[in-house]
């Protein structure tokens, strides 16, 4: 079965610096990624979505990257601020799935200033 | 979250008791979601539907059933609870397949 594999648990940077989150996958390449972001106690919150003909995607300081040969998008959050924290999690969808995500478990990121 | 509920948010059941938690959209979107999440499993999938009585099955489905009746409900029951299945619930819409999901806020289930 496919297996999703986020960068460390946590992850720690200084105000200003960039993000760089990492969602790496197994087997055969999904047809989109999506980002989510979770704060504590709600529901995910859709970001971005990736196809696989795309290779970069962005959207004011996210920039989220598909690399279809290395198995792997990246997530940047430039100019990080200590409202950018949370927990991201990454997507993986199949156009055979329907509609049927597969999800990371996620990477907590604290933005210190 | 806008244009979709769950309730309850919070709620304390007794094993073997039967359990059923609403998910309520006002998108008029096709296709619902049941999600369940845990420590060291992130979400997992456990029932979805693409339409007025279509549902499937996701990847934990047992010990759950589903209906949709009416477009904007979407109903999961747990015929008998058991603490396994002690988690916080998450329901999803989306108007296509593969397009990004709206999340409702979740609801907390705790088998005693």
């Known amino acids: 079965s496919q297996k999703i594999e986020q960068n460390s648990e946590a992850l720690n940077i200084q105000e200003g610096k960039t993000a760089t989150l990492t969602c790496n996958y197994t087997n055969y390449s999904p047809a989109y990624l999506q980002w989510y972001r979770q704060d504590p106690g709600r529901g995910p919150v859709f970001l971005l979505l990736?196809?696989?003909?795309?290779k970069e995607k962005r959207k004011e300081r996210l920039k989220v990257t598909f690399d279809t040969t290395l198995k792997q998008s990246l997530f940047h959050i430039t100019a990080s601020q200590p409202a950018d924290s949370a927990t991201y999690l990454c997507a993986l969808d199949y156009n055979t799935n329907a509609g049927k995500s597969t999800f990371g478990d996620g990477t907590t990121l604290t933005v210190k200033p | 979250d806008a244009g979709i509920t769950q309730s309850p948010r919070h709620k304390v059941t007794e094993t073997g008791t039967p359990v059923t938690l609403r998910c309520h959209q006002t998108e008029n979107h096709r296709y619902m979601y049941w999600y369940r999440q845990d420590p060291g499993h992130g979400l997992r999938l456990i029932h979805y539907s693409y339409g007025v009585k279509d549902t499937d099955k996701g990847e934990v489905s047992d010990g759950y059933s589903v209906s949709r009746s009416k477009t904007e409900d979407f109903l999961l029951t747990l015929e008998s609870a058991t603490s396994s299945q002690t988690s916080v619930y998450f329901c999803?819409?989306?108007?296509?397949?593969?397009?990004?999901?709206?999340f409702g806020s979740g609801t907390r289930l705790t088998v005693v």
């Open positions: 999803a819409i989306s108007d296509e397949a593969n397009y990004g999901y709206t």
């Open positions: 990736i196809r696989e003909n795309e």
